[in-house]
């Protein structure tokens, strides 16, 4: 889950949030972290999470800053340069399987980087599912093994998956989702954002999410979505449906030779593109050092671009 940010920007998004750190572990070990001020983040007031009984905790895995058990739904603009700004709007959707979010990694700095391409972006810190509350009984929980289940590869043949697929409730998080485009809407002419060019852009469960919300909403109106590395099973498209910048890499646990969302969409006639990446594995955020997926954001900007999402658009008026 590192990523190819330059380490001055990477250090000062840890001192905004975390203070001065002397070493940042870049690891797989789940190590504690003290829960961040965040002054610009907006409450959704969309309520809490039924059996929940711990507080929201963070802790650090990969260098990256995660959040978990969230209760209460936020939404943290980062606002272009006027001079930059191009009226377009997107909601950040980080991932974590529903259970954390990796803020950093799929949240802020997809958000910077967007915010320095003119976009306006919102970072969403959506309701979690629970997980133990202690940090120890979390890290074995993330550790135990796994029991795969046999499911039928496009041959045929049985094939084991490494995670077995789970139906979420996913209530709590449309919901949120919901809540941060209508005060995107509400405070589009204070945010500079124009009401028919928002689109949402989703990591991992954040993709499920962004594609959830498409499927599913009655009030949001996403002029374009981006899932980055999510599931790949087919789907019923809305006639609606806006046009999908889609990601993942090939040697992701979750692509598995599957190519379902992608031909729904274009049996659906909806404007549809989709990166498939040599190697990048999952959770690879804005890139990986020395692998194949790291191009995926310019090449992403671009599509924006074409497609008159941003800065072509504004150059043409």
């Not at 998004?13 to 983040?41: H, N, S, W």
């Not at 949240?107 to 309701?127: D, I, M, P, S, T």
């Not at 499927?215 to 979505?225: D, E, G, P, Q, T």
């Not at 099973?233 to 889609?246: K, L």
Request: include cysteine; charge should be negative; hydrophobic fraction near 40%.
């Amino acid at each position: 889950m590192l990523n190819n940010f330059k380490i001055p920007l990477k250090l000062a998004i840890f001192l905004v949030f975390f203070g001065k750190c002397p070493m940042i572990a870049q690891d797989g070990t789940i190590y504690p972290l003290e829960a961040p001020k965040e002054p610009k983040a907006i409450p959704l007031k969309t309520g809490g999470v039924e059996n929940q009984p711990a507080k929201e905790s963070w802790f650090r895995q990969w260098g990256d800053p995660m959040a978990r058990n969230i209760t209460q739904a936020t939404l943290t603009p980062f606002l272009p340069d006027t001079d930059k700004a191009n009226g377009a709007a997107v909601i950040v959707a980080p991932g974590g399987g529903f259970r954390w979010l990796s803020l950093g990694n799929e949240g802020w700095e997809v958000a910077e980087a967007l915010a320095k391409e003119g976009y306006a972006a919102f970072v969403l810190k959506y309701r979690l599912h629970p997980t133990p509350e202690s940090l120890d009984d979390f890290t074995a929980w993330m550790n135990r093994p796994r029991t795969p289940e046999p499911t039928e590869n496009s041959n045929g043949n049985k094939e084991e998956t490494p995670v077995p697929p789970r139906q979420m409730d996913l209530s709590n998080q449309l919901e949120d989702a919901e809540a941060a485009y209508a005060m995107i809407i509400e405070r589009a002419k204070e945010w500079g954002v124009d009401t028919k060019r928002i689109g949402m852009i989703g990591f991992s469960a954040g993709a499920g999410l962004t594609m959830h919300s498409t499927l599913n909403s009655k009030s949001m109106k996403l002029a374009f979505i981006g899932p980055i590395y999510g599931g790949m099973g087919p789907v019923e498209v809305p006639n609606n449906a806006p046009p999908m910048f889609y990601v993942i890499a090939s040697d992701d646990f979750l692509f598995r030779g599957q190519f379902g969302i992608i031909d729904s969409w274009y049996k659906a006639g909806i404007p549809v593109e989709f990166h498939l990446y040599q190697n990048g594995g999952h959770g690879f955020g804005l890139g990986n050092p020395n692998r194949t997926s790291n191009r995926w954001f310019d090449a992403f900007v671009h599509w924006l671009d074409v497609n008159g999402f941003g800065k072509e658009v504004m150059a043409k008026q």
